[in-house]
């Protein structure tokens, strides 16, 4: 029993105050996403919501080159109170703003303080708990994170009805106040090293991290693939249930679920891989489930299959997500953490983009059905591409843990 508590992530204080901090604030931007979702079609058109979207994605990628730097070059207290204080504002004035241009403006602004938060964290996290809990409390992390996210989403649509987006949106204010209430409280410091030479540039700097080592450099970019061709599906996967399956908006919302609740699975069980080789391989099982069950629903018949397809992509997204996020924390320079993890984050963010741009061409061109196939055949010759590369790195690479 005292080994298991001594390996416990729980068994550390400023964990137990920062996960489930960390997963409320997620609950909170689910909650604002529902309300800003439902307050800019309402009165606008879909070139209103693309608008929207992109104000949640732009920013993060803007911040790359300065981002991390910002990680990387000051106190993380300093960093994460000022970042969330930020939010905080940016969320309450949402809340009592309505036109379109200072509703967008301020979504910026709350993703720009995202932007500098999330990589705080980040490169705080392994400083609490020690290198070898990296995987779990990734795992541990991401899988509270998607319980929050659904739990979010669902208080959202009620929250609007009751109190309006107002309400809703200072829901989400407090949120962020209680994230900076608890980075004033976490004990754990990251600071600068005195006197240590710091390593210049902000993106080139991360991504010199990356490539330099010889696992990343093979499983971020595909990463950066699967988000590509993975999410362009979801631009017409309300198009595949309602119209080729002729299902309602009820049983659209049920597939969301189960593909959220299997990623929360597959982020749990990543946390319990242990070593870069079962992590790698983990990347790469999530890859070639997600284009398995891409095909999958694709050709679905009936909802029993989707529903099948559509978990089997969550576990996989999951799993991924959180065996890639284990790998660029452990396998990085703790100096150039934040800068690491601010260019994945932004990297991530530019591919999501593109995902969208690719998505709406490929339905107007392929149709539903035809995107799905494509794009999971896409993801599966890809997983069999990485698997070969990762089965012929050396042992002496893949156990590589951070400097």
Known sequence: MKQTLQTSIWSYRDIRLVLPARALSYAGDSIALIALML?????????????LLLAFAVPTVAMIPFAGRIVDGYDSRTVLVWSGLLQVAAGVGLAFVHDLVHTLALVCVLQLGQAVAGPAWGALIPRIVGEELVGRSTGTSQALIGVATLAGSAAGGLLVGMAGSRGALLVDAATFLVLVVVAALVRTRRRPEPGAARE?????AGLRSIFGDGVLRILVPALWLFVLVGEAVNVVEVFLITGELGLGPELYGAAGAATGAGAIFGAWYSGRLNGDRARSGGVVAGMAA???ACVLMGLAGNFVTLMIGATAIGVGSGTLNAATSALVVTRSAEAVRGRVIAALNGTVRSFSILAMLL???AGALLGPRGTFVACGAACAVAAAVVGVLV???????????SH
Not at 200 to 204: A, F, I, L, Q, T
């Open 290 to 292: 997600i284009g398995g």
């Open 200 to 204: 210049r540039g902000g993106v080139s």
């Open 39 to 51: 307050r800019v079609s309402e009165g606008h058109g879909p070139a209103a919501v693309t608008a």
């Open 391 to 401: 089965v012929r790195t050396k042992d002496s690479e893949l156990e590589v843990v």
């Open 359 to 361: 998505g709406g061409l």
